[in-house]
């Protein structure tokens, strides 16, 4: 089965969280803090596979979690940091983030790709030790790591596109220039899949072809099969347009390319201005008329024409000696940017907005502030420095003067991510 979409979560590990110790050792009075920092989480990397041409491994599993950084110890030990999860994709995956939508990786070269990075360690006690608090009993916990929901898109790489209506002879074309061995049979919607060939030029050129399951009028708005694989086309850098001149179906070969052209141009803009060659094929089962009507027709456009029967193989190697020569003019095989983070969804994973909502129920505040939670496990209600912290935090993120606004008094209930406490003015 040939799968070009998937979506995922991916979830970086978590670091370790700090270690609360004290020194003990026989003869060595107030040893003094010595709890070391947590280990770092596992990063989650993507990495090309070429033994993958599909996504169908990723409609099974969908959900991969990179392991957690090993908690810090006594002794000023820091905890093992975790090992990376690599995900092995196909080449020519984009991954994008499935909430903005926004280009996080093109997977079109072996270089690995860092898509969520794991939380750092946090701090051991020994980190928190001053000259009037020799004795801290707390410590941070470790940083959450990265959290994405991603779409994998499958475009292929492929140096020439083949596009046209079904049965007008792409697959032959492509099995009679290239070692590729596609179905062919005299029936619409043959092909069921993109199809690559490797085609030789001479001993020392090649190019990348692919045969695009064919296309019918609506393609772009999703009728038919072509409009699942389009995507394949936008990366190839030449567009092989090949026609059925011999008009044996009963449609008018002039039609036939604009309606094709037109879907690929609703598709993608960019589609419409790609570098094109027409491929006239079945030329042997057309009159002479035809293929002048149809050679006029075209090259009004000033579009490179080539009259081919691919069954007999005629004008196939001057269309691939063509072929190669327009390649040889055009730039690379289009890679795709990753796109910034947008600074609203930066601050959110930053925890610079500080966003937080308060609700009153029965005389019970309730705070619902997400970003507060990893701060939250650090807070030892028996320690007396560990409080005066926490009220800081309350104080700079504007929770308390919130619910001072709100007509808060003292003694009142505040319920803050299940954590109760009276307020105290």
Known sequence: ???????IKIKAGDGGDGAVSFHREKYVAAGGPDGGDGGRGGDVVFQVDDNFSTLI??????????????????????????????????????????????????MSTDEPKVLARGGQGGKGNVHFATSTRQIPKFAKPGYPGEEFEVTLELKLLADVGLVGYPNVGKSTLISV?????????????????????????????SFVMADIP??????GDGVGLGHEFLRHVERCRLIVHVVDVSGIEGRDPCDDFDVINAE??????????????????????????????????????????????????????????KVSEVLDTLPPIKEFEAEPIPQEELNEMLGVDKKFEITVEDDVYYVDAPWIQPIMRTVDPDDYSSLQY????????????????MGIQEGDTVSLEGFEFDFVN
Do not use: W
Not at 89 to 95: A, E, H, L, M
Not at 214 to 219: D, N, Q, R, T
Not at 390 to 405: D, P
């Open 1 to 7: 089965m040939f799968v070009d979409q998937a979506r």
């Open 57 to 106: 491994d990723f409609r099974y599993k969908r959900k991969y979690v990179a392991e957690r950084g090993e908690n810090g110890s006594g002794r000023n030990c820091t905890g093992k940091s975790a090992q990376p999860l690599v995900i092995k994709v196909p080449r020519g995956t984009v991954i994008r983030d499935a909430k903005s939508g926004r280009i996080m990786a093109d």
């Open 177 to 205: 220039v290239s070692a590729a061995k596609p179905k062919i049979a005299n029936y619409h919607f043959t092909t069921l899949t993109p199809v690559l060939g490797v085609v030789r030029v001479d001993e020392e050129k």
């Open 214 to 219: 064919g296309l019918i009028e609506g393609a």
């Open 264 to 321: 690929l141009a609703k598709f993608n803009a960019e589609l419409a201005e790609r570098p094109q060659i027409v491929a006239a094929n079945k030329c042997d089962m057309a009159s002479e008329e035809q293929i002048e009507k149809f050679r006029e027709f075209i090259e009004e456009k000033n579009i490179p024409f080539f009259c081919i029967s691919a069954a007999t193989t005629q004008g196939t190697s001057e269309l691939i000696n």
């Open 390 to 405: 926490f009220q800081r935090v309350l104080i700079n993120s504007g929770i308390i003067a919130k619910l001072e606004e």
